[in-house]
Structures are given as C-alpha cells and as structure tokens.
C-alpha cells in the first residue's frame, strides 16, 4: 500500500529520503510520487511504501523500468516473497534497517568518506569481508566502565527531530552495553569452511544486540554524565552474545529437488554450531544515547552511529 501525500508518515520519510540524497549531492524533486534524485547524470528513484506486495512491487517495476538509473524501494515492512521479488527485477529495497544506517551516515557527515549501503549502488562493489576487526583492545578493561565518546551532537539531533517529531526537549544518557569479541567458523552454503570473526555488543537494559565495525572512542571528560545501571547480568548477556552470533552468521541456500514427478524447493540452512564460537575479551562500555521528545512522539538515536534506535509516533486523528 503506497502512502499518500496526506499521510504523516510519508512526509516524514521523503524528508527523511531527500536528505539522504541531498547528503549524496543529489538534486532532489517528486514526479507521479515517486521520489527522484540526479546527479551528474546518475539517476536514482525512490518509491515510498508503509508495506507492500508482490503486485506493487511488480507495478513500480514497470513504471520505471523505462528509465535508466538505481531504483530503489524504501518500506517500514516487507515480507522475504516481496523482497526476493524485488532483488529478481532489479529493484534494491530498503527496509527500516537500511534506512535509519544512511540517515545516521548522513547527519553525522561521514557519508562522504564512510562506506554507506547507498554508495554501494553508484559505486563498483567491492568483494565482501568476512571477518570485521577487534576493536575490544583499545577499549581497556580496568575500572570503571568506558564512556564513549558521542559524534552526534545536540544541533544534529535537533535537525533530525525537527524533520520527523519536530522535537522541543533533549536528553543525553549513556547506556551500559556488553561488549564481545567472538571468532567462529561453519561449512557455508558452496561446501567450503567459513572463519569468521568480529565484535558484539548487548544492550544491558535491553538485552537487545548489534554487530560493531566501526572504531569506538572513549570520552575523557565524564563527569557529569547520566550513567543507567544494567538490568542484564553478564551470564545471560553471552547467552544473547551467542544466539546474535549464530543468527548473523546463518547463510541460506535453495535446493531443487525432484520427487514423484514435483518439484520441491527447500530452504538448507548453514550457520554456525555452539561449539564452534569463541567469545574473547568481554567489557562494559557506556554508550552515549540521545532521547528526543516532540510535539508528534519521541524518538531515541545512538549518539556514536546517528542510528534510530526507536521512535514512537503520537497518533494525530
């Protein structure tokens, strides 16, 4: 179902895409709503969905499939049908995920120099990584926990507020994070050994997990910060370190197979087992976290990626 202009979710998300690719240096403007953005001859069109189906995804397909240039469809929820749909005409989706990663790139300014998944579709793409870098190392581990440093500063988050809750009150709090690194290795999908490593954190209020591979950079100046207690223990915390490891390391594989004159496709999966993951080196670091309040809901961001974490709409009717 597209959203139409008299929604308050799509103003919020074209702002929120016009000034990604604005970021990009792109010249931005609306055509049959769809969202459009040239530069240097490049093209680039954005058609904006709350969710979508296979049907729309093959109607958008059509309408710009005349043109020349990277497509992309940004959706809060799409189905994995839709999705490989989609990837099988030639269109790039953008999930919530995606999105919230470029508009922290973009406010922070390290879309110019950082490697952001929109680069990737103007750019010749680069052979991918297996393995992130540990970054546990330079964090230390005696004492009192880290603070890290925040690059999201308080004029950033008020312009992001003001395009999406239009924001009035602002809070910096920083959030307790278990942080891991980990090795693992698994036979993946083409039959060969897979190593892997790189570094975990978990949210200690949350519970909740993330993969870093970005550089931390500890505050020295921490006196007068608001510092949360965790409400997760370090037991139950590698619980979750192992369950994040193994779902971020899980590939897929269709297979074909040919029974009593059917065709049957099954999904084989090839991830990690327990016994095959190292956890190394765990810390606690404080996690520098903006809460934004406003007239249409509040919203929380990660002070060191520019990521949105969460945001909560007011209901307007």
Excluded at 50 to 64: L, M, P, Q, S
Excluded at 121 to 137: G, K, T, V
Aim: proline letters at 3%; one cysteine or more; charged letters at 25%.
């Amino acid at each position: 179902m597209r959203l139409y202009p008299d929604g308050a979710t799509l103003v919020s998300l074209k702002n929120i895409l016009t000034h990604i690719l604005q970021a990009h240096d792109f010249e931005v403007y609306e055509k049959d709503g769809v969202l459009r953005g040239e530069k240097d001859g490049a093209i680039v069109t954005v058609g904006l969905y709350d969710n979508i189906t296979v049907k729309e995804i093959r109607a958008h397909a059509g309408y710009v499939s005349h043109e020349q240039g990277n497509h992309i469809i940004c959706v809060l929820e799409a189905n994995e049908t839709a999705e490989e749909e989609a990837r099988a005409l030639g269109l790039t989706i953008w999930k919530r995920s995606d999105l919230e990663t470029e508009l922290g790139m973009a406010i922070t300014d390290q879309i110019r120099t950082g490697n952001t998944i929109f680069k990737g579709l103007l750019e010749q793409p680069q052979a991918p990584i297996e393995s992130h870098p540990l970054i546990i190392e330079n964090l230390g581990t005696e004492g009192q926990p880290n603070v890290l440093k925040t690059h999201l500063t308080l004029d950033d988050v008020k312009e992001i507020a003001k395009n999406t809750i239009q924001g009035f009150k602002y809070e910096l709090e920083f959030v307790p994070h278990y942080i891991f690194n980990y090795s693992c290795s698994y036979e993946g999908k083409d039959g060969q050994t897979v190593q892997r490593s790189g570094t975990i954190s978990v949210n200690a209020l949350t519970g909740k997990f993330s993969e870093w591979v970005h550089q931390p950079e500890v505050d020295t100046e921490t006196e007068h910060v608001i510092q949360l207690e965790p409400k997760i223990d370090q037991d139950n915390a590698e619980k979750i370190a192992f369950h994040a490891i193994i779902t971020l390391n899980t590939e897929y594989k269709e297979i074909i197979i040919e029974r009593d004159h059917a065709t049957i496709m099954e999904r084989a999966t090839y991830k990690p087992e327990m016994g095959a993951i190292v956890l190394e080196h765990q810390v606690i670091v404080m996690v520098p976290v903006w809460c934004a309040e406003g007239k249409h809901g509040v919203m929380i961001l990660d002070g060191i990626t520019g990521k949105v974490i969460s945001e909560d709409y007011y209901d307007s009717h």
